[in-house]
């Protein structure tokens, strides 16, 4: 069982649509990370938390807004997606840099 | 710049065959090394990791040796199972830095 937790594990989200993908643990690590995975690709790294701060936003479109509520919530807020932005979307969490935890994922569709 | 460069697949073995898959880096400084694994519908597990030059990392039955003066982290295995099937990263952190990154990924296929 992964430590970190992912919900949903499936969403389908049209266009216009406003949806947020949860991801929770419980391990006390102090940093949080989104990452987004198109078929057959590595992760690419989106957000970085610290201690609830956003430290690393890599360029993300303003379309996806993440949120860390507490030091073991991290949302990510979806809004007017593209088809393009279909993915497998993971979070994961460490206690220093290393070694991330990963979670099973959100796979995403959006039509 | 940081980067790790893995080679191509898909990997297909028999089972108990000797596994290796290849991965070189390029890094400023002194990155540490990571293989993580990728099961079907999951997301990624940390396999081994080092963290310095010599340094081997082993877990499973799976080892790399973290080699400085090839900067290379292959991963080998001497026999492997079916339920190895998966995606294997290779990846490095580098020394003040929040961000790993990772090679494109090897698939293996092992067959009974």
């Known amino acids: 069982d992964t430590e970190v937790t992912q919900t949903p594990k499936h969403l389908v989200m049209g266009m216009t649509n406003k949806k947020s993908l949860k991801c929770e643990q419980h391990m006390g690590h102090r940093a949080m990370y989104w990452y987004k995975q198109k078929a057959k690709k590595p992760p690419e790294l989106m957000f970085v938390?610290?201690?609830?701060?956003?430290?690393i936003n890599e360029s993300v479109p303003s379309r996806f807004s993440p949120e860390c509520p507490n030091s073991s919530l991290l949302n990510l807020h979806l809004h007017a997606l593209q088809p393009e932005d279909s993915a497998l979307y993971l979070c994961?969490?460490?206690?220093?840099?290393?070694?991330?935890?990963f979670g099973n994922g959100t796979r995403l569709t959006v039509t | 710049g940081n980067s790790v460069t893995q080679m191509e697949g898909p990997v297909t073995l028999s089972e108990e065959a000797f596994l290796t898959i290849n991965c070189t880096y390029t890094?400023?400084?002194?990155?540490?090394l990571f293989w993580y694994v990728q099961y079907p519908g999951e997301g990624l597990q940390l396999l081994l990791k080092?963290?310095?030059?010599?340094d081997k990392g082993s877990n499973k039955g799976f080892e790399a040796t973290y080699r400085k003066e090839t900067t290379s982290f292959h991963l080998e295995k001497g026999s492997v199972q079916v339920s190895d099937s998966a995606v294997y990263f290779c990846?490095?952190?580098?020394?003040?830095?929040?961000?790993?990154?990772f090679g494109t990924g090897t698939r293996l296929l092992v067959s009974p």
């Open positions: 990846a490095l952190l580098n020394t003040g830095f929040q961000k790993l990154v």
């Open positions: 938390y610290s201690y609830e701060k956003l430290s």
């Open positions: 994961a969490s460490s206690q220093g840099l290393w070694p991330l935890h």
């Open positions: 890094a400023t400084g002194y990155p540490s």
């Open positions: 080092a963290t310095k030059a010599d």
